[in-house]
Structures are given as C-alpha cells and as structure tokens.
C-alpha cells in the first residue's frame, strides 16, 4: 500500500520560503509510471493544483504559481519536494502531496494522497 | 484554463436518498475526469475516474457518468458515512483544475 507523508514548518513568515517534504512509502518516486504533485486548500477553501514532478526532474506548474514554484525529487531518500518562495498570508493553506497516475483510457487521476500539512503563513 | 463548475454547492438530504452532482466544464475534456470525496480534516479519497469507473474498494453506490463537458456523480442510497464534501478533477489539460466542491449535509 502506497503511503505519502508531508513534512516542514507549519509556519513561515512572510516573503520567506516555504519548503516542505513528501515522503513515499510502499513504491518508488523512480518509477516512471507517476507524476509527484503537490496541491493546496486555504483555510474553508477549495483545491488548488500546484503542479508536479517526474522522477527525471521534467516539472510542470501551475501558471498561477510558476514563477515562485520549484519542485524536485530525491530518489536516494524517496521524497520529492516543494518550494515556494516570496510566501504572504495568501498562501496559508493546508498542502498535500498525491500519486499523479497516467494511464490509457482517459484512466488519470491522483490515486493516492499524503494527509496534509498546514502552513501558516504569519510574521 | 478549464473551469469547472459544480451544482449544487450545498445539498441537503436524508439517509436513503438518491443523491445527484453535476461537474460542467468550460471545454470539452473527453472523459479525463475524476471525482472526490472529502470529510473534515481528511485529504481527498478517490471516488471514480475515467468519468465512471470506479476505484477499487469504493462501494456501488457511488457511479459517475458523462463525457465531453457534462458529468455527473450519483450516490445512489445515502449512508451517514457518505456526509462529506464532493470534488470533480479534470486531467485533460494544464493545469490541473478542480470543482468548486458540493457539500452533502444532513436534512
């Protein structure tokens, strides 16, 4: 059973970096058949996708979040992780990590899920 | 982006009922959508995806149907486990976007 685990500070101060961790148990970030991906809920809000990584280091981000995302993997620990930097209170929000499946027949989908972390973005 | 638009935003119903969400998209997506179940303080379980296949373990009461813009999610007898927040996903394109969420809450 494929497990994600977030991890990082659960407060950052504003225009600092935020910069959190995902930890896969139970399958590999190597395999080439996943997408790495990180996305976001404010406080009573709906769901933001950030974006996501491959296993090569190939990334693809949210337009509304590019120039400030930066996520990349580590395959000797089995973690991918998120950057996101020059943070404000809009940020604040609870980030997971998911599992990006592609398959053929329209199949796609987030499969599995970390359980959260809130960061709270406060000075 | 592809927007999509969810009905109702809030659905009031009792055990038993036959329960029905709408997901529109602004642009036609094939069948590259995924719906989600979301109780408090919990991450997003995966429902359905490919539009109506169902996920292993998730029970028969849930379906989903639709391609191209129209889709639909339907719990056919509800259970009091079943009281969450619902989310349509569509992967056909970049980025990424979800559904502004249905809640179910109890009548």
């Known amino acids: 059973q494929v497990q994600l685990q977030e991890s990082g500070p659960g407060l950052v101060k504003p225009s600092e970096t935020l910069s959190l961790t995902c930890t896969v148990s139970?399958?590999?970030?190597?395999?080439?058949?996943?997408?790495w991906s990180w996305i976001r809920q404010p406080p009573g809000g709906g769901l933001e996708w950030i974006g996501y990584v491959y296993y090569s280091g190939h990334t693809n981000y949210n337009p509304s979040l590019r120039s400030r995302v930066t996520m990349s993997v580590d395959m000797s620990k089995n973690q991918f992780s998120l950057r996101l930097n020059s943070v404000t209170a809009a940020d604040t929000a609870v980030y997971y990590c998911a599992r990006y499946l592609t398959v053929s027949d329209y199949g796609d989908s987030l499969d599995y899920w970390g359980q959260g972390t809130l960061v709270t973005v406060s000075s | 982006d592809i927007q999509l638009t969810q009905s109702p935003s809030v659905l009031s119903a009792s055990v038993g009922d036959r329960v029905t969400i709408t997901c529109r998209a602004s642009q036609g997506i094939n069948s590259y959508l995924a719906w989600y179940q979301q109780k408090p303080e919990k991450a997003p379980k995966l429902l359905i995806y490919?539009?109506?296949t169902l996920q292993s373990g998730v029970p028969s009461r849930f379906s989903g149907s639709g391609s191209g813009t129209d889709f639909t999610l339907t719990i056919s007898s509800l259970q009091p486990e079943d009281f969450a927040t619902y989310y349509c996903?569509?992967?056909?394109?970049?980025?990424?976007?979800f559904g502004g969420g249905t809640k179910v809450e109890i009548k």
């Open positions: 139970g399958g590999s970030v190597s395999s080439g058949s996943y997408y």
């Open positions: 490919a539009a109506s």
């Open positions: 996903l569509q992967l056909n394109a970049y980025p990424l976007t």
